[in-house]
């Protein structure tokens, strides 16, 4: 119990976006995806931004919050920024020395690069703040069950999927606890090269395997207990049903595409 | 080994949305040779002050100084001071992993860096101590024994590494009486033998009753009583509140008294009470 | 009588590759509708055995089984069993399916195919009994183990079972826990004349059962009313279970020629005492 795990990090207040259809935040999360890699201009790089932060601010999580998913992927992002500075040797040449060349096409590329990919995690990071796993897989299962008609097996992957969410929480409290248990009995997990490291996790995870598989055994009892798969006609008791706010974010989405199209062939002539 | 530990305060998560306060201001003393029961109901900080004394939890406010080791140092020997203090958690057969019960309880003293031939008989001897066979047992897979072996398999583990204190969480959690029992008379054993001082967390008042000398309740992250057995269960006032119960010998000798059979002695165990009943109510 | 369960010259055994070992012998019970019945044992002494037989998990190497009128080797109506038997296990995390307990309440109805509508009542319901419906939208890990074990109980409300099996389920829980599945279990019994099957190893969960039967080497070695079967120490002990402390002190003053009765608990073993005064 030493930290909280939060899968998916939701982020729990009332907002607007968290009572969008899970559905819809799924399809309009991917046409916000499409709207960063259809961006060319670095002008239409500020009406994805400007769209990023009034979602933001509509799902009325703080900004803080936002900015702390970044942090995981910080290193990655510069990283692939310098390779693509580096990398990048046609064009204007503003300084080179020895074998490195910077271009001024090559700043202006990584800096793309850059902003596409932190625009990427932290739009998809909205999702995650805004809806729940469990809402999550209930969008996915309806959105997946046209795949019904061709025998593909919906409803138990999203069984599936459920359970896997609902048992990561108690695996990862388990790790803990085990962690614990040998750290008592001298194990160091932080010592020594990557070998001995790997080799140092046995003592966890071999207890973790066992115990997940008891745990499993046992969970298919209670699935038989409760009745699973009696029937092929399987009802449903979450409904997902469209509202209004389903209808103002397509709008909305609809409104961003456009911008962006417009503002990378300089409809307006804006420069 | 004395315990001593002062203004311990700790927090989860400080400065979160899931900020939570496990211990406030808890000071006591454990001496040498004592058997210190840990009392308190489910979130009440206890798994949080045991996981303090070997160093899984740092000390972050307040102090504990365990002999001449300062747990509030920055930079302290942590194989000195595990090996030292022994830790069962709950369920502990969960940790078992090795392939065999004699490599499995060998996985401590390696790491604790004793010689081959030390650990060897070590092993032994801690197996023999949990009332196992050594030459049945130790070829075994740990995973091939009933719970109640496992269990003993996980608690030799821990004492093969000779620690000063055990410090036992909940160890007959789960049990059926027989392995209850069973455990509860190795811990006797061991206490009388071969570990000096015992720390145990139990949920049962008849078992904290009759095993401990030394008793600590905690509350809501708070020490509210540090005190004997005896003088805990004295006043059944001092338990209300807390959400724990008496020990039944005690209750028994508490409903008497207030039906007028006045029962002075202290009933921590069934012979005791047995004994003050006959005085109070002579057999005619 | 009613009976609702019927168990008559039941024998099971465990086959594991040559090795073949007993799980039950000659188990011969009737259980009546409505009644609260106590399986107690210590590990191994085949009352889970018992209990997997009870809503088909297991079928009877010989004999045969029929609750609520159905024969549970009939594999054709296994699903009307089981929805009729409700079990509950020990670890009440290994047997949640969803993050949400509504969701979670919702599952086995939801297999048996119920309506939309029915499943909400059913989940209101189910809820308000185990006294969780604040929870109703919550996720189950930050619940206490007693919560757990109550929306698991809820949960096989949800199919509305005749029979309530609890597996162990106050095995893993604290004090506190405890009592408050016992309670649920009492209560359901009294308000929903829900038949219950306790199964435990603590004797003091039995005290206020109708019925306790006591197991041991797979046989049924006492069978009867809670001050009856207690009476039997020796067998009691011979079986590897604990008398609660109260018969334990009146069973040594009783030894010692005092004229009480033997007691359950405390309060009663109180009374007697100041009767001599």
């Given at each position: 119990?030493?930290?909280?795990?939060?899968?998916?990090?939701?982020?729990?207040?009332?907002?607007?976006?968290?009572?969008?259809?899970?559905?819809?935040?799924?399809?309009?999360?991917?046409?916000?995806?499409?709207?960063?890699?259809?961006?060319?201009?670095?002008?239409?790089?500020?009406?994805?931004?400007?769209?990023?932060?009034?979602?933001?601010?509509?799902?009325?999580?703080?900004?803080?919050?936002?900015?702390?998913?970044?942090?995981?992927?910080?290193?990655?992002?510069?990283?692939?920024?310098?390779?693509?500075?580096?990398?990048?040797?046609?064009?204007?040449?503003?300084?080179?020395?020895?074998?490195?060349?910077?271009?001024?096409?090559?700043?202006?590329?990584?800096?793309?690069?850059?902003?596409?990919?932190?625009?990427?995690?932290?739009?998809?990071?909205?999702?995650?703040?805004?809806?729940?796993?469990?809402?999550?897989?209930?969008?996915?299962?309806?959105?997946?069950?046209?795949?019904?008609?061709?025998?593909?097996?919906?409803?138990?992957?999203?069984?599936?999927?459920?359970?896997?969410?609902?048992?990561?929480?108690?695996?990862?409290?388990?790790?803990?606890?085990?962690?614990?248990?040998?750290?008592?009995?001298?194990?160091?997990?932080?010592?020594?090269?990557?070998?001995?490291?790997?080799?140092?996790?046995?003592?966890?995870?071999?207890?973790?395997?066992?115990?997940?598989?008891?745990?499993?055994?046992?969970?298919?009892?209670?699935?038989?207990?409760?009745?699973?798969?009696?029937?092929?006609?399987?009802?449903?008791?979450?409904?997902?049903?469209?509202?209004?706010?389903?209808?103002?974010?397509?709008?909305?989405?609809?409104?961003?595409?456009?911008?962006?199209?417009?503002?990378?062939?300089?409809?307006?002539?804006?420069? | 080994?004395s315990i001593e530990i002062k203004n311990l305060s700790f927090?989860?998560?400080?400065?979160?949305?899931?900020?939570?306060?496990?211990l406030e201001d808890v000071s006591f003393t454990i001496k040498?040779?004592?058997?210190l029961?840990i009392?308190?109901?489910?979130?009440?900080g206890?798994?949080t002050l045991i996981?303090h004394l070997?160093?899984?939890?740092?000390v972050?406010n307040g102090s504990i100084v365990i002999?001449?080791?300062d747990l509030s140092?920055?930079?302290?020997?942590?194989?000195?001071?595990?090996?030292?203090?022994?830790?069962?958690?709950?369920?502990?057969?969960?940790?078992?992993?090795?392939?065999?019960?004699?490599?499995?309880?060998?996985?401590?003293?390696?790491?604790?860096?004793?010689?081959?031939?030390?650990?060897?008989?070590?092993?032994?001897?801690?197996?023999?101590?949990?009332?196992?066979?050594?030459?049945?047992?130790?070829?075994?897979?740990?995973?091939?024994?009933?719970?109640?072996?496992?269990?003993?398999?996980?608690?030799?583990?821990?004492?093969?590494?000779?620690?000063?204190?055990?410090?036992?969480?909940?160890?007959?959690?789960?049990?059926?009486?027989?392995?209850?029992?069973?455990?509860?008379?190795?811990?006797?054993?061991?206490?009388?033998?071969?570990?000096?001082?015992?720390i145990?967390?139990?949920?049962?008042?008849?078992?904290?009753?009759?095993?401990?000398?030394?008793?600590i309740?905690l509350?809501?992250?708070?020490l509210?009583?540090d005190?004997?057995?005896?003088?805990?269960?004295?006043?059944?006032?001092?338990?209300?509140?807390?959400?724990?119960?008496?020990?039944?010998?005690?209750?028994?000798?508490?409903?008497?008294?207030?039906?007028?059979?006045?029962?002075?002695?202290?009933?921590?165990?069934?012979?005791?009470?047995?004994?003050?009943?006959?005085?109070?109510?002579?057999?005619? | 009588?009613?009976?609702?369960?019927?168990?008559?010259?039941?024998?099971?055994?465990?086959?594991?590759?040559?090795?073949?070992?007993?799980?039950?012998?000659?188990?011969?019970?009737?259980?009546?509708?409505?009644?609260?019945?106590?399986?107690?044992?210590?590990?191994?002494?085949?009352?889970?055995?018992?209990?997997?037989?009870?809503?088909?998990?297991?079928?009877?190497?010989?004999?045969?089984?029929?609750?609520?009128?159905?024969?549970?080797?009939?594999?054709?109506?296994?699903?009307?069993?089981?929805?009729?038997?409700?079990?509950?296990?020990?670890?009440?995390?290994?047997?949640?399916?969803?993050?949400?307990?509504?969701?979670?309440?919702?599952?086995?109805?939801?297999?048996?195919?119920?309506?939309?509508?029915?499943?909400?009542?059913?989940?209101?319901?189910?809820?308000?009994?185990?006294?969780?419906?604040?929870?109703?939208?919550?996720?189950?890990?930050?619940?206490?183990?007693?919560?757990?074990?109550?929306?698991?109980?809820?949960?096989?409300?949800?199919?509305?079972?005749?029979?309530?099996?609890?597996?162990?389920?106050?095995?893993?829980?604290?004090?506190?826990?405890?009592?408050?599945?016992?309670?649920?279990?009492?209560?359901?019994?009294?308000?929903?004349?829900?038949?219950?099957?306790?199964?435990?190893?603590?004797?003091?969960?039995?005290?206020?059962?109708?019925?306790?039967?006591?197991?041991?080497?797979?046989?049924?070695?006492?069978?009867?009313?809670?001050?009856?079967?207690?009476?039997?120490?020796?067998?009691?002990?011979?079986?590897?279970?604990?008398?609660?402390?109260?018969?334990?002190?009146?069973?040594?003053?009783?030894?010692?020629?005092?004229?009480?009765?033997?007691?359950?608990?405390?309060?009663?073993?109180?009374?007697?005492?100041?009767?001599?005064?």
């Amino acid at each position: 119990m030493s930290r909280d795990i939060t899968l998916g990090q939701y982020y729990p207040v009332e907002s607007f976006a968290h009572k969008l259809d899970p559905r819809v935040k799924l399809l309009l999360v991917i046409v916000y995806i499409v709207g960063v890699f259809l961006v060319d201009s670095l002008y239409a790089y500020i009406v994805v931004g400007a769209f990023l932060i009034t979602s933001i601010i509509v799902s009325r999580i703080p900004f803080k919050s936002v900015l702390k998913s970044v942090k995981g992927i910080i290193f990655i992002v510069i990283f692939t920024a310098i390779l693509n500075l580096l990398f990048h040797k046609e064009g204007e040449v503003l300084w080179s020395f020895w074998i490195i060349v910077i271009t001024k096409e090559g700043v202006l590329f990584s800096i793309k690069m850059a902003l596409r990919l932190l625009l990427l995690v932290l739009g998809t990071t909205l999702l995650t703040y805004t809806t729940t796993p469990m809402s999550l897989t209930d969008g996915m299962e309806s959105l997946l069950s046209p795949l019904k008609l061709v025998k593909f097996p919906v409803h138990d992957v999203s069984i599936i999927m459920s359970i896997a969410l609902r048992f990561i929480p108690i695996l990862m409290e388990e790790v803990d606890k085990i962690m614990m248990a040998q750290k008592a009995r001298g194990a160091s997990f932080d010592n020594g090269n990557l070998f001995k490291r790997a080799k140092a996790l046995l003592p966890v995870l071999i207890p973790l395997f066992v115990s997940a598989f008891r745990r499993a055994d046992e969970l298919a009892l209670a699935l038989d207990a409760r009745c699973y798969n009696a029937t092929p006609n399987r009802t449903r008791y979450k409904k997902l049903t469209l509202s209004w706010r389903d209808l103002v974010a397509t709008i909305a989405f609809a409104v961003y595409i456009v911008l962006i199209v417009a503002v990378n062939n300089n409809f307006w002539g804006l420069y | 080994m004395s315990i001593e530990i002062k203004n311990l305060s700790f927090v989860y998560g400080a400065k979160s949305a899931y900020e939570k306060r496990a211990l406030e201001d808890v000071s006591f003393t454990i001496k040498d040779g004592e058997t210190l029961g840990i009392i308190g109901t489910t979130g009440s900080g206890k798994s949080t002050l045991i996981q303090h004394l070997n160093a899984l939890i740092r000390v972050t406010n307040g102090s504990i100084v365990i002999d001449d080791i300062d747990l509030s140092q920055k930079r302290i020997n942590l194989q000195l001071l595990r090996s030292k203090i022994g830790m069962l958690f709950q369920y502990p057969e969960y940790q078992l992993f090795e392939d065999t019960v004699e490599a499995d309880v060998a996985f401590g003293p390696k790491n604790f860096g004793y010689k081959k031939e030390d650990i060897d008989y070590m092993v032994r001897q801690a197996i023999e101590l949990v009332g196992l066979d050594y030459y049945e047992v130790k070829d075994k897979s740990p995973f091939e024994l009933s719970g109640g072996q496992k269990r003993r398999v996980a608690i030799a583990g821990i004492i093969a590494s000779r620690p000063s204190i055990l410090v036992l969480d909940e160890p007959t959690a789960g049990l059926d009486p027989i392995g209850k029992r069973e455990i509860l008379d190795l811990v006797k054993r061991l206490k009388d033998s071969f570990v000096k001082t015992i720390i145990m967390i139990s949920h049962n008042m008849d078992e904290i009753a009759e095993y401990c000398d030394h008793v600590i309740v905690l509350h809501e992250g708070k020490l509210i009583y540090d005190t004997t057995p005896e003088e805990l269960f004295s006043d059944k006032e001092k338990l209300v509140g807390t959400g724990l119960s008496l020990p039944h010998t005690v209750n028994i000798a508490r409903l008497l008294s207030e039906k007028g059979v006045e029962i002075n002695e202290s009933c921590l165990d069934v012979d005791s009470l047995v004994n003050a009943i006959e005085k109070a109510v002579p057999n005619e | 009588m009613d009976t609702i369960i019927t168990i008559k010259d039941v024998s099971f055994n465990y086959v594991t590759g040559e090795q073949i070992s007993r799980g039950v012998k000659n188990v011969n019970l009737e259980i009546e509708r409505g009644s609260f019945v106590v399986l107690l044992g210590h590990n191994g002494s085949g009352k889970s055995t018992l209990a997997k037989l009870l809503n088909g998990f297991l079928t009877p190497t010989e004999g045969e089984i029929i609750v609520d009128g159905i024969n549970t080797a009939d594999e054709s109506k296994i699903f009307d069993l089981r929805s009729r038997v409700g079990m509950v296990f020990q670890n009440p995390d290994n047997q949640m399916v969803a993050s949400i307990i509504e969701d979670d309440l919702a599952f086995g109805p939801e297999n048996l195919g119920v309506e939309r509508e029915e499943i909400g009542r059913r989940i209101n319901w189910a809820l308000d009994i185990v006294n969780m419906s604040e929870h109703r939208h919550r996720t189950p890990t930050k619940l206490s183990g007693g919560q757990k074990q109550r929306i698991a109980i809820a949960a096989v409300l949800a199919m509305l079972p005749n029979i309530l099996i609890l597996d162990e389920s106050t095995a893993m829980l604290d004090p506190k826990g405890r009592s408050e599945v016992l309670e649920t279990a009492h209560k359901l019994n009294k308000e929903e004349n829900m038949t219950v099957i306790l199964i435990t190893h603590y004797m003091d969960e039995a005290i206020d059962a109708d019925r306790i039967v006591v197991m041991n080497d797979g046989e049924v070695i006492l069978d009867g009313a809670p001050s009856e079967v207690y009476q039997q120490t020796d067998v009691i002990r011979r079986a590897g279970l604990e008398l609660p402390v109260a018969a334990r002190v009146s069973e040594k003053l009783i030894e010692r020629g005092y004229p009480i009765k033997f007691c359950l608990t405390d309060k009663e073993l109180a009374e007697e005492l100041c009767q001599l005064k």
